[in-house]
């Protein structure tokens, strides 16, 4: 006996909602182990001695590469028999510090020697106080890039407060360049001088994989703007699937420069099967691209290996938020940041879901246009806002759109709890979207979102 048409129908739909839900179990799933990992990773780090204290290792990162070096910290510490508490820095506070005699610091500066968000609130209650911190002895590895001005920043402005406060220092502060691998070596080194239980067991390396250039599509031509580009990268083969979660990075070695890995947002989840990027066409000086954004544009061809390494954001992540409404603010290629996001709430059934995006024109730069069309005409964004700020009408930002909303703003995160998730240029955007938010929630209300986690940026 056959089944007539209707009834192939409803047996397609129920599969196709069973796939759904199965979709989203794996994803909770996969959450709830990751969860339970952390959890367990903090209990044994933290089991210490009988009648010693924990040795500190905190860190201020902001794209989670400091938090990174401090994990494979506190594991060396861990793995030669010392207690460690591992912490963000603004998770120490003064009660902490008194009780503390031992700490290591990995403090990162984005900008002009600003702090990570995650260091923010130690910058202000505990950095501005006269602290007697005589009790302390400490390193500090500090990370930097020597582009800018104001180099190392912020780990120099740390080095300065806890010497004022009488900390003594084990060595010399550390300075690294853009990850330089001298002092990631020197800063091992140092480590022997932390542990009183002979040397250090082996640094773990980041690995990186051969990934192939799967596709590539150009996103915005006739932009008054440097080229855009969608990319995918197919995992290298093996027995495992490649995992990431929404908010993460990659960062990618371009064979002219392997020494310097370049970091992207991730524009996909791991659902789809492949990382997806969304690079511009950077510019150096004299016209020339750049060495990695040039190379994954044009200069690699389809099919060729990508070297490249998945990075956890744990800043930029869901985790808690993943239930929550989301307002996702960005521009240009800060996009791919949000975009993971919104695939990963579409695979959940999340919402609502509120993007603010901005560009030049949107003749030519409206990237992901059309997906960006159909989430809102399917549900899973209630509000889509877009700022141009090349076309008729005058400069409009994504900070602008912010204010011509600041009553449904405020009724999203007072009234229904919402995060804000902010990807993009820290130059402009970031900054004018982040006094945008403290003229419209008030400075307390900002400083518990970014306490509870509830705002977070992925800005470069």
Request: hydrophobic share 40%.
């Amino acid at each position: 006996m056959s089944l007539s048409e209707p009834g192939l129908r409803v047996l397609a739909a129920i599969a196709l909602v069973l796939l759904y839900a199965a979709m989203c179990a794996a994803i909770w799933w996969r959450q709830r182990c990751q969860r339970e990992r952390a959890r367990q990773e903090a209990a044994e780090l933290a089991c210490a001695r009988e009648g010693t204290v924990p040795l500190l290792v905190a860190y201020a990162s902001q794209t989670g590469q400091a938090e990174e070096l401090a994990r494979e910290t506190a594991r060396l510490l861990h793995t030669a028999g010392e207690s460690v508490h591992l912490c963000a820095l603004d998770a120490v506070d003064a009660a902490l510090l008194a009780r503390t005699q031992r700490a290591l610091f990995i403090a990162s500066t984005y900008g002009e020697g600003d702090p990570p968000d995650n260091a923010s609130l130690f910058l202000s209650r505990i950095m501005g106080t006269g602290l007697d911190l005589s009790h302390l002895q400490y390193g500090l590895l500090a990370l930097g890039d020597r582009q800018y001005a104001r180099y190392c920043g912020f780990g120099r402005a740390l080095d300065a407060w806890l010497q004022e406060g009488g900390a003594r220092p084990w060595f010399e502060r550390v300075d690294m360049d853009n990850g330089a691998q001298e002092a990631l070596t020197a800063w091992q080194h140092q480590l022997t001088q932390v542990s009183s239980l002979g040397d250090m067991p082996a640094w773990e390396t980041p690995v990186f994989g051969e990934w192939t250039l799967a596709a590539r599509r150009h996103m915005n031509p006739g932009s008054a703007g440097e080229a855009v580009f969608h990319i995918e990268l197919q995992p290298p083969p093996s027995a495992e699937p490649a995992q990431w979660e929404s908010g993460d990075l990659v960062q990618v070695c371009p064979p002219s420069d392997p020494q310097h890995p370049r970091e992207y947002s991730i524009a996909s989840i791991a659902e789809d099967g492949r990382v997806h990027l969304l690079v511009r066409q950077a510019r150096r000086d004299d016209g020339s691209p750049g060495l990695a954004s040039g190379w994954l544009t044009q200069g690699a061809q389809v099919g060729q290996a990508v070297s490249m390494r998945l990075r956890a954001h744990r800043n930029f992540r869901l985790e808690e938020n993943r239930r929550r409404p989301l307002v996702l603010v960005g521009n240009g290629t800060g996009l791919a940041g949000l975009r993971s996001h919104l695939r990963a709430r579409a695979a959940m059934g999340a919402g609502p879901n509120w993007l603010l995006f901005g560009e030049r024109n949107a003749a030519h730069d409206l990237l992901y246009g059309d997906e960006l069309q159909a989430w809102q005409q399917g549900g899973v964004l209630q509000r889509l806002d877009l700022a141009f700020s090349r076309d008729a009408g005058g400069r409009v930002y994504v900070q602008d759109r912010l204010r011509q909303a600041g009553e449904e703003l405020r009724q999203w995160v007072v009234g229904q709890g919402a995060a804000i998730y902010v990807c993009g240029s820290l130059q402009g955007m970031a900054q004018g979207v982040d006094q945008a938010l403290h003229e419209l929630l008030g400075e307390a209300l900002m400083e518990q979102l970014l306490r509870s986690g509830r705002y977070r940026r992925d800005v470069y």
